[in-house]
T-cell receptor, first 115, second 113 residues
Framework: EAGVAQSPRYKIIEKRQSVAFWCNPISGHATLYWYQQILGQGPKLLIQFQNNGVVDDSQLPKDRFSAERLKGVDSTLKIQPAKLEDSAVYLC?????????????FGPGTRLTVL | QKEVEQDPGPLSVPEGAIVSLNCTYSNSAFQYFMWYRQYSRKGPELLMYTYSSGNKEDGRFTAQVDKSSKYISLFIRDSQPSDSATYLCAMILASGGSYIPTFGRGTSLIVHP
């Protein structure tokens, strides 16, 4: 079974520029998560999708961050415009279905550096 | 006060030692508790999952939950250098039919030969 795929793996941009990250979850996984992990901290949930609907986006800075999961499969997270404090690893994870006992499988992450 | 508190370490132990990792939480509505291991430049991977107070064992790992004290622990027996990683606790809040995770900041563990 292929794992969660993310691209790009690394991205360096200047502040005020835009950036987009892509995630392809494990085939058949209904729930998809985007996390932000700042160096030395745990992952912070940004947005959670169940199929193509949003379950929770309470911690997503909606003035600059957006995410979509068209057709309930892969997903894109966008930052526009980026700030210095957005430098972090952006992790995507998926589970088969929205149940507490399902294992979250994480991708390798995209490391963003904002200069 | 953060919902989930975890000492970042680093915790350095000799090979073969018993390791104790801990988290405290403030939200009594958390129902499910997990421990993840994260190697450098990798995504987290699930180690243990539990939902009730008490102990759960899996090989060298034991997860312990004390809901009355809002305290969870992960014990690693016979620690190995390959256990060197960051250990993240995570709590799940059941809300409106969905399950919302909150992670601790992670504890860095170093097991030296």
């Amino acid at each position: 079974e292929a794992g969660v795929a993310q691209s790009p793996r690394y991205k360096i941009i200047e502040k005020r520029q835009s950036v987009a990250f892509w995630c392809n979850p494990i085939s058949g996984h209904a729930t998809l998560y985007w996390y932000q992990q700042i160096l030395g901290q745990g992952p912070k949930l940004l947005i959670q999708f169940q199929n193509n609907g949003v379950v929770d986006d309470s911690q997503l800075p909606k003035d600059r961050f957006s995410a979509e999961r068209l057709k309930g499969v892969d997903s894109t997270l966008k930052i526009q415009p980026a700030k210095l404090e957005d430098s972090a690893v952006y992790l995507c994870a998926s589970t088969r279905r929205d149940q507490e006992s399902d294992t979250q499988y994480f991708g390798p992450g995209t490391r963003l550096t904002v200069l | 006060q953060k919902e989930v508190e975890q000492d970042p370490g680093p915790l350095s132990v000799p090979e073969g030692a018993i390791v104790s990792l801990n988290c405290t939480y403030s939200n009594s509505a958390f129902q499910y508790f997990m421990w993840y291991r994260q190697y450098s430049r990798k995504g987290p991977e699930l180690l243990m999952y539990t939902y009730s107070s008490g102990n759960k064992e899996d090989g060298r790992f034991t997860a312990q939950v004390d809901k009355s004290s809002k305290y969870i622990s992960l014990f690693i027996r016979d620690s190995q250098p390959s256990d060197s990683a960051t250990y993240l606790c995570a709590m799940i809040l059941a809300s409106g039919g969905s399950y919302i995770p909150t992670f601790g900041r992670g504890t860095s563990l170093i097991v030296h030969p």
